[in-house]
């Protein structure tokens, strides 16, 4: 079974600096999909970046970055210049081929400080 | 992206009583999911909600206890059926935009109180 592993419960950055969450992650599979979501207070999940897993160059969105370790299964998210609205819970989530459900990491609280 | 919306946005509810959930779509999309999300925890599917057939759910969810209907490619409804005060969570719903994008997109979810 496909298992994601956020290993930092809280994590907090001062206002303009860098952050990186971790996820890890288990599966058997060649091809599949990693995603990074927000979800602030307002608990509406955002999409923040994906990662197809052929792809080799690492996904951006402007100020997110991820770094992909396909054989390390790592998939950590970096956040630059952090803002304040920033601060959320983000979760780290995985699927195989299309249609299938996305498994999630238990989440990580990002706090900005000001 | 596809816009979704989810009907009541958050409701009290008293033990033993049923509430329907409203997932709406701005486009006709092929899969639809429903999600919950306990306090403080993250997020599990409950089930895939299949236009004209019966929803395939995830081990430790019943059709009896969550029935779903997708009566076509834009609307979809959960129904959490007999509640106790352990169904208190965010219920959310996803749509899978794989034509696309292989992504899943979510509604703002409604959070429940069992009380």
């Known amino acids: 079974a496909q298992t994601v592993t956020q290993s930092q419960p809280e994590m907090s950055v001062q206002e303009a600096e860098t952050v990186t969450l971790s996820c890890t992650y288990d599966t058997s599979e060649s091809d599949y999909y990693l995603f990074w979501y927000k979800q602030p207070p307002s608990r509406q999940m955002i999409l923040v970046i994906r990662q197809e897993a052929y792809k080799q160059q690492n996904a951006t969105e402007n100020r997110f970055s991820v770094n992909f370790q396909k054989a390390a299964k790592s998939f950590s998210l970096k956040i630059s210049d952090s803002q304040l609205g920033d601060a959320a819970m983000y979760f780290c989530?995985?699927?195989?081929?299309?249609?299938?459900?996305?498994?999630f990491g238990a989440g990580t609280i990002l706090r900005v400080k000001s | 992206s596809a816009v979704i919306s989810q009907k009541p946005s958050r409701d009290i509810c008293q033990r033993g009583t049923s509430l329907t959930i409203q997932c709406q779509v701005d486009?006709?999309?092929?899969?639809m999911f429903w999600y919950r999300q306990q306090p403080g925890q993250s997020l599990t599917l409950i089930a895939t909600a299949n236009q004209g057939s019966e929803a395939t759910y995830e081990s430790g969810f019943v059709i009896d206890k969550f029935p779903i209907s997708r009566p076509n490619l834009t609307f979809s409804t959960l129904t959490v059926s007999n509640m106790s005060p352990e169904d208190s969570s965010i219920y959310l719903c996803?749509?899978?935009?794989?034509?696309?994008?292989?992504?899943?997109?979510f509604g703002p979810g409604t959070r429940l109180t069992v009380l």
């Open positions: 486009s006709q999309v092929t899969m």
């Open positions: 996803s749509v899978d935009e794989w034509s696309l994008t292989d992504t899943q997109y």
């Open positions: 989530a995985y699927r195989t081929r299309r249609g299938n459900k996305l498994v």
